[in-house]
């Protein structure tokens, strides 16, 4: 950055422009954008006219928070906008907008780990989860397997499904036994 570059942010700033404004995000508000699902399910958005067909929401913070900073995106991975927060939307928004999230990130919670087996550089899993029996394979290394904190873990298939246990502490001792090996 050269010092003319510098004094054009600092002129910014000055001027009332925020990082906002710097980073190019474009903060969408009720009074400026207005969502709706097509007949299939899509999201789509209009902004001030303009309707984008298709789009998606991704969370800045997926695994603490998914109403706060959402990121409207086209299927091509551009960002149209961004939510500070679903409370700022009326009702009907935020369960649309909460359905999308859902569907997202999806992942499901295991309840019972019922057996964990290693062979050839994979793990398969036999678990109970909140949606049902589950059975999943998952690629050793490469970081599948994750402590998010340091009682929740995360675990992604070969597939790309993602799996949560919430509480390692509340695992009996053989099931913890069983995922231990594959940490």
């Known amino acids: 950055m050269t010092r003319n ?3 054009a942010v600092l002129n910014r700033e000055k001027s009332g422009a925020g990082l906002a404004d710097a980073a190019q995000i474009r903060y969408l508000s009720p009074a400026d954008a207005a969502f709706t699902r097509t007949e299939g399910h899509m999201l789509n958005v209009n902004i001030g006219g303009q309707v984008h067909s298709g789009v998606y929401i991704q969370c800045s913070f997926p695994h603490t928070n998914k109403r706060i900073y959402l990121s409207v995106r086209t299927a ?3 960002e149209i906008g961004m939510i500070r927060s679903l409370d700022e939307f009326p009702d009907e928004t935020q369960k649309l907008l909460e359905e999308q999230i859902q ?3 999806f992942a499901p919670e295991i309840t019972k ?3 964990v087996k290693e062979e050839f550089g994979y793990s398969y899993w036999e678990t109970e989860t909140t949606s049902g029996l589950c059975r999943f394979t998952v690629r050793g290394g490469g970081g599948n397997i994750k402590l998010m904190t340091p009682n929740r873990l995360l675990v ?3 597939d790309g499904n993602r799996f949560i246990v919430p509480e390692l502490d509340r695992l009996s001792d053989k099931e913890y036994r069983m995922i231990e090996v594959c940490m």
């Open 156 to 158: 992604v298939d070969v």
């Open 5 to 7: 570059d510098t004094g």
């Open 113 to 115: 780990v019922l057996s």
């Open 76 to 78: 091509e991975n551009e």
């Open 103 to 105: 569907l997202r990130y």
